[in-house]
Structures are given as C-alpha cells and as structure tokens.
C-alpha cells in the first residue's frame, strides 16, 4: 500500500449538505489546523465558500490581468500583513497565483478547488504568464491541504469536468516519453512517482466510456476525479518535476497557448495533443478519436478553430516550448512535410 503520510490532508464536504454548510465546515477546518490570519485568495466563484472564514486580513481577487509580477507582490503584501497561511478560493488560475505568492511569502496553501478541471491542485507547479506573455509553467509551493466541497462541485461547468479528464489522459503517454527519455540516458525515472501517475489514471479509467453528463452529478465519481488529480500531482511533487503528467501532449497544448492565444482549458488542450502523441507511438488513433468524442473533448483541428497549416505551425513549434524535455515529438524531429504526413493519417 502506498505510504501516503507525505500527502495532502484531503477534507471532503458532502454530501448531502449546501455551500452554505460547506463554507462553515471550511472555516471550523482552518481554527483547527491553527490558521488563525488567513490571506484568502478567491476568485468570484469562491465568495461563498470563502464567506465563513474568519481572519483579520483583507480577501482579494486576482485581477484578470494578474501575472507573475502581481502574484510576487501579492506575497510580498502576505508576509507584511503577518498571514499564517494562503487560502486559495476557485479555479485553476486562482490556485496557481495563490501557490506562486505563498512562495514568496514562506507561507503554506490551503487549495479550495471549485472546479476539477486540471492537475495542478496540488503539484508544485504554478502556470501564470510573465508580464505581456502567455502561461508559463514555474515551481510554486505545494498545497498541504486541499478542501473538497461537493455541493460546489456539483455545479461547476460541465466543460471544467471534461477538460479535468482530459488532463489525466495524458498520464499514460506522459509516462512514455519518460521512459523513452529514460532509455536515452537522458533522465532516470522515480518509481514512486511513476506509480502515483499510473494510479491517478486509473482512478477514472472506468469512467471514460460513461455518460461525462451523467459523472458530472455523481459526487462518487467527483471523489474518483479528485482524487486521480491529487495523485497526479503528487507524482510531480515526486518526481521533481512535472514529468510523470507532461510529455508530448502538453507541448502540443503551450504551442496552441503560445501560438493562438489558446482555444480551450487546458486539459481540453491536453486531450487533444494526446492525439499526436498517439499516432507518433502508433497506437489506435482512431480509437482515442471516438474516445474524446464521447467525453466531448476536442478530436478534430476544426473543434480547436485550428486549420492544418495552423497545425503544422503549432508541431514545428511544439518542441521549444519545455527546452530540455525529451519526448517523442523530439524524438520524430517532425518537419514540416512530415508534418502534413502526421495530420493526414490522423484526420483523412
């Protein structure tokens, strides 16, 4: 059995109960954990569950345009006003300020996710644009608790609940280019991590043929999803590094973000650069075709609003996206006629 001391306290709200219910528990949870000067973090989603928490210290709301420079300062401004801990309030981009300011403050994370959209609840990795630029992926701290309030969850977007498997679907073909790295000489893979990657996948491997409208309203499988997810990123806390979760797939995923501004959430993203991965493995393609289809995730370039020149543009520039990483896209060193090869075997 997987020694798990090292983990994340994990709570979970519900069900049944309300919100309401979820944010009193929420701040009963914090005076027992000893946090008595919170900085809460919340996005506009969090203001109910953040409603409860008691704390001397102002909640703030990143700002749209909140980057690396306004998270900096954000930690800054925490460690002036004393604060005991960061809790963080909402989605994936309210976490990831939230674990870059706890950095800069020397402070610990309670991450509070109000959608399962992506890995990155508890890795150390925080992805926030530099000034005037797109997503970067930096190392942040990791979350040591995470509070799952279901009756939130059950009413997230459907859209963040497929791009949160999506995610996970890129664990297996990660793992492939870790060990395709491996076998080059060029990294040596952490078991551990290798095995929390494989387990978070299976987490909801039972789930992939199902109704995702259907999941979404089960709180057994949003526990399922959770799950996988914190296992993932506890693989990358593992591991170092973001390995065990991200190859080929994700490359896929920075260049639309670097190239196109992005077209979906992430995991979406993911979903879709699993396709390239698996056509260069040569896998059943098609196969995972009918599989996004029926999770509804992006299976075409037209889902994206990508054309195939906007493709070719997206896998020539793929492999600059993590210098350093070995993956199969750096391994097929595509050009661009074999490139044009690529998308014709997967979508002709």
């Given at each position: ?254 260049a639309i973000d670097h ?13 879709f650069g699993c396709l ?53 896209l750096e391994d097929t ?16």
């Amino acid at each position: 059995m997987e020694d798990r001391k090292d983990f994340p306290q994990v709570f979970v709200y519900g069900p049944p109960g309300s919100e309401q219910g979820a944010a009193e528990d929420l701040a009963r949870k914090l005076v027992d954990l000893d946090i008595i000067a919170p900085l809460v973090v919340q996005s506009t989603f969090g203001e109910a569950l953040g409603a409860r928490i008691r704390t001397p210290l102002p909640h703030v709301v990143p700002v749209p345009q909140a980057n690396q420079e306004w998270a900096a300062t954000l930690g800054s401004r925490t460690r002036r006003l004393g604060a005991d801990a960061i809790v963080a309030i909402g989605g994936g981009r309210c976490l990831d300020i939230a674990k870059l300011a706890a950095a800069r403050a020397g402070v610990t994370v309670i991450a509070v996710p109000t959608q399962l959209s992506h890995d990155g609840i508890c890795s150390p990795v925080a992805v926030v644009p530099a000034q005037g630029a797109c997503g970067e992926s930096i190392g942040a701290i990791a979350p040591r608790v995470v509070y799952l309030s279901i009756p939130t969850l059950l009413s997230s977007p459907l859209g963040a609940v497929r791009a949160g498997l999506g995610d996970l679907l890129a664990n297996p073909l990660a793992l492939k280019d870790w060990e395709l790295a491996a076998g080059r000489g060029l990294e040596s893979i952490d078991q551990r991590a290798w095995n929390l990657s494989v387990e978070s996948f299976k987490s909801i491997e039972s789930y992939l043929a199902a109704d995702v409208a259907k999941s979404a309203r089960d709180p057994r499988f949003l526990i399922r999803l959770a799950d996988g997810l914190v296992l993932s990123g506890m693989a990358m806390v593992c591991a170092g590094n973001s390995r065990p979760a991200s190859g080929g797939e994700h490359e896929i995923s920075h260049a639309i973000d670097h190239l196109f501004g992005g077209r979906a959430l992430h995991g979406a993203q993911v979903a879709f650069g699993c396709l390239l991965s698996t056509e260069l493995y040569g896998e059943d393609t098609q196969g995972f075709r009918a599989r996004l289809a029926r999770l509804g995730l992006p299976q075409h370039p037209g889902d994206l609003g990508l054309s195939e020149d906007d493709m070719v543009k997206i896998l020539l520039a793929a492999p600059y996206m993590r210098p350093g990483r070995f993956t199969v896209l750096e391994d097929t060193d595509l050009d661009e006629s074999g490139s044009r090869a690529l998308l014709e075997r997967i979508w002709t």
